[in-house]
């Protein structure tokens, strides 16, 4: 009887083991699955956080523009793809994952260096649109000074002439406008800078033309017309404002340079005076 309950036992408890195994072999299997993910997530990670480097002291070329971009959108397209599969397998195998304390650690891991890769490529973007932003502002700014010059010399041709006040004041509307694109695209010069420092050296160049471009537009909208003798009067005012200047500035330099002599000579009877008083003899 015994025996033959035991040949009864039997064949029940190899069925059990052969479900753990099962389920062992499954978790295995999982587990196995996830960590190839994993690693196709470290490996584009590892790919993302190559850094945008620029020659700040040279224009951005439209071909640096496209590469950086190309780079970027095929690491968005393998995110994608990854975040897809890694979506389709986990949703499959949910309540399996669920039931093993090891594999949860697996997908929070997971998750974690997800949300990393997704910040990095976010931050990338931006860098990009930064970059995008600055070779257009640089060649907006620098692209205009030609035609600020010749703004300026047809703007002062029509302040000459009485008659043509309105298309002075045409001329006056007209640079408002195209000084507005030249401050926006400064601005988002700047901006940009502040994303990516290397372009500071260049903007000091852009900066410079902006300076010379401002100038000039407050020059062209002060323009009006005037009668020649008071241009000239004007003119003479000028020069003698300069003068009073120069004047001003020679007059201080002379005196600051008597003072520095007479400094120096206090300085040398100072000198004197504390070397013959160590040569008198002592008691």
């Given at each position: 009887?015994?025996?033959?309950m035991?040949?009864?036992?039997?064949p029940?408890?190899?069925?059990?083991?052969?479900?753990?195994?099962?389920?062992?072999?499954?978790?295995?299997?999982?587990g196995?699955?996830?960590?190839?993910?994993?690693?196709?997530l470290?490996?584009?990670?590892?790919?993302s956080?190559?850094?945008?480097?620029?020659?700040?002291?040279?224009?951005?070329?439209q071909?640096?523009v496209?590469?950086?971009?190309?780079?970027?959108?095929l690491?968005?397209?393998?995110?994608?793809?990854?975040?897809?599969?890694?979506?389709?397998?986990?949703?499959?195998?949910?309540?399996?994952?669920?039931?093993?304390?090891?594999?949860?650690?697996?997908?929070?891991?997971?998750?974690?260096?997800?949300?990393?890769?997704?910040?990095?490529?976010?931050?990338?973007?931006?860098s990009?649109?930064?970059?995008?932003?600055?070779?257009?502002?640089?060649?907006?700014?620098?692209?205009?000074?030609?035609?600020?010059?010749?703004?300026?010399?047809?703007?002062?041709?029509?302040?000459?002439?009485?008659?043509?006040?309105?298309?002075?004041?045409?001329?006056?509307?007209?640079?408002?406008?195209?000084?507005?694109?030249?401050?926006?695209?400064?601005?988002?010069?700047?901006?940009?800078?502040?994303?990516?420092?290397?372009?500071?050296?260049?903007?000091?160049?852009?900066?410079?033309?902006?300076?010379?471009?401002?100038?000039?537009?407050?020059?062209?909208?002060?323009?009006?017309?005037?009668?020649?003798?008071?241009?000239?009067?004007?003119?003479?005012?000028?020069?003698?404002?300069?003068?009073?200047?120069?004047?001003?500035?020679?007059?201080?330099?002379?005196?600051?340079?008597?003072?520095?002599?007479?400094?120096?000579?206090?300085?040398?009877?100072?000198?004197?005076?504390?070397?013959?008083s160590?040569?008198?003899?002592?008691?």
């Amino acid at each position: 009887m015994i025996f033959i309950m035991g040949l009864l036992v039997i064949p029940l408890a190899l069925p059990a083991q052969d479900e753990e195994l099962e389920g062992d072999t499954m978790y295995v299997d999982l587990g196995t699955r996830m960590l190839m993910f994993m690693e196709e997530l470290d490996e584009l990670k590892t790919v993302s956080d190559i850094r945008l480097t620029v020659n700040g002291a040279m224009p951005v070329s439209q071909s640096l523009v496209a590469v950086y971009r190309e780079r970027i959108q095929l690491m968005y397209q393998n995110f994608n793809t990854i975040d897809v599969k890694w979506n389709t397998f986990y949703q499959a195998n949910q309540q399996d994952i669920a039931q093993d304390e090891e594999l949860m650690e697996v997908v929070a891991a997971f998750q974690e260096i997800k949300q990393a890769l997704a910040d990095t490529l976010a931050a990338k973007r931006q860098s990009m649109g930064a970059l995008k932003d600055f070779m257009e502002a640089d060649a907006f700014i620098i692209g205009k000074i030609p035609a600020y010059r010749d703004l300026s010399k047809k703007a002062f041709e029509l302040s000459l002439i009485k008659k043509l006040k309105p298309q002075l004041e045409k001329l006056k509307a007209k640079e408002q406008l195209l000084f507005s694109e030249v401050q926006t695209h400064y601005d988002k010069a700047k901006a940009a800078t502040a994303v990516i420092p290397d372009l500071s050296a260049r903007l000091r160049i852009v900066e410079e033309q902006y300076i010379n471009i401002k100038s000039t537009s407050e020059k062209i909208q002060t323009m009006e017309y005037k009668p020649f003798i008071q241009r000239i009067k004007d003119y003479l005012l000028g020069l003698a404002a300069v003068a009073i200047i120069i004047m001003f500035m020679n007059a201080a330099a002379s005196r600051f340079k008597a003072w520095k002599q007479m400094r120096e000579s206090m300085k040398k009877y100072k000198d004197m005076m504390n070397g013959q008083s160590n040569n008198y003899p002592t008691i």
